[in-house]
């Protein structure tokens, strides 16, 4: 039987994650101006964790989490980041350390979807949550962070939308108007949607499904329902949003996914339809009751996930994988111990350096350094190496130059250094 990676899930060779690490370095260097410190959690959770935060009618857990039992216990691999977080935020009563946290994760998340392009059993997230502040400030200035983050990384055409579910009366007053709205239609509705109806009719607007969407389109708006101290917090947002000159587009009809948001909800689309249905980039919302839920104090809350393949695919770029400065070349199985050490002293002084362990002929050997993309090869033979010298070829230039091999390490850090200095030492394969 011939073995293979599991469906949906993704082997990341050298030559893609060169594009992953850029990424992730804009990412965390982004938040880190924001203010926000790393955390990590467990992959595994208790089902139970995902069960109450996430919803029981989602579909992350009616029918995507993976979850089975191990000595007793009942796990989940995580579908998303937020629970796990909050659970941790509570677990080590972070609130009574200080009065305002922001975290941020990146990791992979475990779905049993459909794969697609875009769309993964096996995907990766980055995010963040801000706990204990409760906006609107904080609100606008996450959605703009996460704009001026796909800005940064170069991806075009992206659409915010906002909002909001107000608190947890307006989402039971707007239950009765979906159900009120969809109820004489229930027959169009898909067989998900006809089964959810009374439990949860938010999530048909969610859905995907055709019959779902159109049912949808004449839904009444939850912005109509929000009582005054929700609206003056929505008007908050878009005014902030406004004064930054983010452009946004307020949609009624974005529920998202999971059942733990209050309040302010945001997305980000890609409107280029590179994606096609995987287009929504970044979810994001506020979920002030978490905390509470999970047996913590009421500490408000918000968050943002992002789908780092997706990102990629819009990010385009073509970086390569970074060539050694040097390639030392011993031409004998006796200079080979010599060779190594001429390596870890190139390393010491911060020197990307290969060794060629393969030997043969020099010709062999140049060739597979310019295969390699070094900008030298340092020749070890045995004439030059009673000489007290080394053979140094540019590979580039083709010239060839003799060093004395006590300074060489000394010398050929000086040179990478230098040419680093011009932008150009990390050559390319
Ligand atoms: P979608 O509507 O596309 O299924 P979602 O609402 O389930 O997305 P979230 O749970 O909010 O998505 O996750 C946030 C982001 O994570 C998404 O916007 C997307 O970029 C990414 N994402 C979610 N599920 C997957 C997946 N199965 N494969 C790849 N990326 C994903
Ligand atoms: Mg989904």
């Known amino acids: 039987m011939e073995l293979r990676a599991v469906k949906g899930m993704n082997d990341i060779l050298p030559d893609e994650a060169v594009r992953w690490q850029r990424l992730e370095a804009a990412f965390r260097e982004h938040v880190r101006l924001h203010g926000y410190d790393e955390v990590r959690t467990p992959i595994l959770e208790s089902t139970a964790l995902f069960q109450r935060q996430i919803g029981e009618t989602t579909d992350v857990v009616e029918k ?15 579908p998303e980041g937020t629970a796990g977080a909050a659970r941790a935020y509570v677990e080590h009563k972070v609130h009574a350390k200080e009065p305002v946290s922001r975290w941020y994760y990146l990791g992979p998340m475990f779905r049993g979807e459909r794969p697609a392009k875009g769309r993964y059993r096996q995907f990766y997230q980055a995010g ?103 609206s003056a917090h929505f008007e908050g947002v878009k005014k902030h949003l406004d004064a930054l000159g983010v452009r946004y587009v307020v949609d009624p009809t974005l529920v998202r996914g999971l059942d733990y948001y209050t309040r302010t909800l945001f997305e980000l689309r890609t409107t280029t339809g590179d994606l096609g249905s995987q287009n929504t980039l970044v979810g994001g919302g506020r979920y002030d009751n978490m905390i509470e839920g999970l047996g913590g104090p009421k500490v408000p809350a918000i968050g943002f996930a992002m789908g780092i393949e997706r990102l990629l695919v819009m990010m385009g770029g073509d970086e390569k994988r970074e060539s050694p400065f040097c390639y030392v070349a011993p031409l004998s199985e006796e200079l080979a111990s010599r060779a190594l050490v001429l390596g870890r002293d190139l390393r010491r002084l911060g020197v990307r350096v290969e060794v060629d362990g393969r030997g043969g002929k020099l010709k062999a050997m140049l060739r597979r350094a310019d295969a390699l993309g070094a900008k030298l090869c340092v020749i070890l033979g045995e004439g030059e190496i009673e000489r007290g010298v080394v053979a140094v070829k540019d590979l580039a230039k083709h010239e060839q130059e003799e060093i004395a091999l006590a300074d060489a390490a000394k010398v050929l850090a000086e040179r990478a250094a230098k040419l680093s200095e011009g932008g150009d030492a990390r050559g390319a394969r």
Not at 132 to 142: C, T
Request: proline share 6%; charged share 35%.
């Open 64 to 78: 995507e989490m993976y979850s089975f039992e191990r000595h007793g216990d009942a796990l989940t691999v995580r």
């Open 128 to 230: 963040c949550e801000v706990y204990g502040d409760p906006g609107p400030l904080a609100d606008a200035e996450m959605i703009e962070m996460v704009a001026s983050l796909l800005a940064r990384l170069g991806i075009p055409e992206v659409e915010v939308r906002v909002n909001s579910l107000g608190a947890s009366g307006t989402r039971e007053r707007y239950r009765n108007a979906l159900l009120g709205h969809f109820t004489p239609m229930r027959d169009k509705l898909s067989e998900d949607s006809q089964r959810r109806l009374e439990k949860n009719p938010l999530r048909i607007l969610d859905s995907k499904d055709p019959r779902d969407r159109e049912a949808a389109a004449t839904a009444p708006s939850i912005l109509e329902l929000l009582d005054e101290t929700d």
